[in-house]
C-alpha cells in the first residue's frame, strides 16, 4: 500500500500537467449600427492555447435588423460561410448547421448585447490566412478583419 501512494500521486500530477499549462488569452471587440468593428486586425501568440473572444454590439438595434455576430474562418472559406449562412437564416444565427469551415462564432446578437466565445488554437497553424467576419446577410463587406495566429 505504501508503494501504491506515491504511484497514484504521480498520476494526478500527470492527468493535472496539460491543464497547468493551459493559457487562455482573452480578445474584446465590438460593432455598432454603422456595420463596423472596432478591430480590423486581431493577433495571438502562438503560446495561447485557447482564445475568449467577446463581442460586444455597442449600437442601439435589435438582432433581426442589425444584428452581428463574430466568426473565424479560414480567408478562403470566408465567402462560402457566409453565402450557406445567409441560406441558413436568423434562426440558425447565420451559420450552416455542421459547417466545418467555421473554426469558432459567436452567436448573434443585437444592440447593447454581449457573448463570448472560447476556442481552442489547435485548429489553427501558425501564420495561417485566417479572417474573422460577421456573418449577418450583407454586413461581411465591412465587418471583417485579419486574424493573425503566431
Known amino acids: 500500500m505504501r508503494?501504491?501512494?506515491?504511484?497514484?500521486l504521480l498520476l494526478c500530477l500527470a492527468c493535472l500537467a496539460p491543464t497547468a499549462f493551459a493559457k487562455t488569452c482573452n480578445v474584446a471587440i465590438s460593432g455598432d449600427d454603422a456595420m463596423k468593428f472596432d478591430k480590423t486586425e486581431i493577433r495571438i501568440?502562438?503560446?495561447c492555447?485557447?482564445?475568449?473572444v467577446t463581442l460586444t454590439h455597442?449600437?442601439?438595434?435589435?438582432?433581426?435588423?442589425?444584428?452581428?455576430?463574430w466568426v473565424l474562418a479560414k480567408t478562403a472559406d470566408m465567402a462560402g460561410i457566409d453565402a450557406d449562412g445567409m441560406k441558413a437564416g436568423?434562426?440558425?444565427?447565420?451559420?450552416?448547421?455542421g459547417d466545418e469551415r467555421v473554426i469558432a462564432h459567436t452567436k448573434v446578437i443585437g444592440g447593447g448585447q454581449r457573448d463570448t466565445v472560447t476556442?481552442?488554437?489547435s485548429k489553427l497553424t501558425k501564420g495561417g490566412d485566417y479572417s474573422f467576419f460577421c456573418s449577418f446577410p450583407g454586413?461581411?463587406?465591412?465587418?471583417k478583419g485579419k486574424f493573425v495566429f503566431g
Open 3 to 8: 508503494k501504491l501512494i506515491p504511484t497514484l
Open 58 to 69: 455597442t449600437g442601439k438595434l435589435a438582432a433581426n435588423v442589425m444584428g452581428h455576430d
Open 90 to 97: 436568423m434562426a440558425a444565427g447565420f451559420i450552416k448547421a
Open 45 to 47: 501568440d502562438a503560446a
Open 139 to 143: 454586413h461581411s463587406t465591412l465587418m
Open 49 to 52: 492555447t485557447q482564445v475568449s
Open 119 to 121: 476556442f481552442s488554437t
